[in-house]
T-cell receptor, first 116, second 112 residues
Framework: NAGVTQTPKFQVLKTGQSMTLQCAQDMNHNSMYWYRQDPGMGLRLIYYSASEGTTDKGEVPNGYNVSRLNKREFSLRLESAAPSQTSVYFC???????????????FGPGTRLTVL | AQSVTQPDIHITVSEGASLELRCNYSYGATPYLFWYVQSPGQGLQLLLKYFSGDTLVQGIKGFEAEFKRSQSSFNLRKPSVHWSDAAEYFCAVGTGGFKTIFGAGTRLFVKA
């Protein structure tokens, strides 16, 4: 039981390049989330998926797109990377869409992205 | 709007000493409150959470937190710190739905 896995662990991009961050969970959770973590700012929600087939914007969605490929997988895409997107990205999952409520949220190990 | 303040950016305690990490929140209704821990290079792990009932909540790894509505606080405590507790700690508030608002974090250093 691996929990939440993310690939890659590290990535360096040049401004304007695109890439997709992959996330998968094996806990049969319905809901999945993408966060970014910046120094001194805690985690901020980019997008979330309450259930398979649905996605919604979070606090900082600009410059990102997501795909809930199936119940297990939730990817985050940067179409044209910018230096402001240099950050650590975390994927998380929970049983239902109540990560801010009664659910326990499980996090992956993160992807450290640098945009030059 | 909901917000979370962790006044201490970093704290250093001696191994075996007690620990208290402060957290203040802003939310109009009864909040859902969380403490997460992040070890270096790892994702976040839930330590404990409060959403109703007894205001003193027990968590994993010997941590506890107390909800004080009158002070809008949810401070994390541990009676005796171990070197393995060195990590970053995040307080968070939720409204019951999908959204969790995280504080900026407090980094804990443990000295021998």
């Amino acid at each position: 039981n691996a929990g939440v896995t993310q690939t890659p662990k590290f990535q360096v991009l040049k401004t304007g390049q695109s890439m997709t961050l992959q996330c998968a969970q094996d806990m049969n959770h319905n809901s999945m989330y993408w966060y970014r973590q910046d120094p001194g700012m805690g985690l901020r929600l980019i997008y979330y998926s309450a259930s398979e087939g649905t996605t919604d914007k979070g606090e900082v969605p600009n410059g990102y797109n997501v795909s809930r490929l199936n119940k297990r997988e939730f990817s985050l895409r940067l179409e044209s990377a910018a230096p402001s997107q240099t950050s650590v990205y975390f994927c998380a999952s929970s049983v239902s869409g109540r990560a801010g409520g009664t659910d326990t949220q499980y996090f992956g190990p993160g992807t450290r992205l640098t945009v030059l | 709007a909901q917000s979370v303040t962790q006044p201490d950016i970093h704290i250093t305690v001696s191994e075996g000493a007690s620990l208290e990490l402060r957290c203040n929140y802003s939310y109009g209704a009864t909040p859902y409150l969380f403490w997460y821990v992040q070890s270096p290079g790892q994702g976040l792990q839930l330590l404990l959470k409060y959403f109703s009932g007894d205001t003193l909540v027990q968590g994993i790894k010997g941590f506890e937190a107390e909800f004080k509505r009158s002070q809008s606080s949810f401070n994390l405590r541990k009676p005796s710190v171990h070197w393995s507790d060195a990590a970053e700690y995040f307080c968070a508030v939720g409204t019951g739905g999908f959204k969790t608002i995280f504080g900026a974090g407090t980094r804990l250093f443990v000295k021998a």
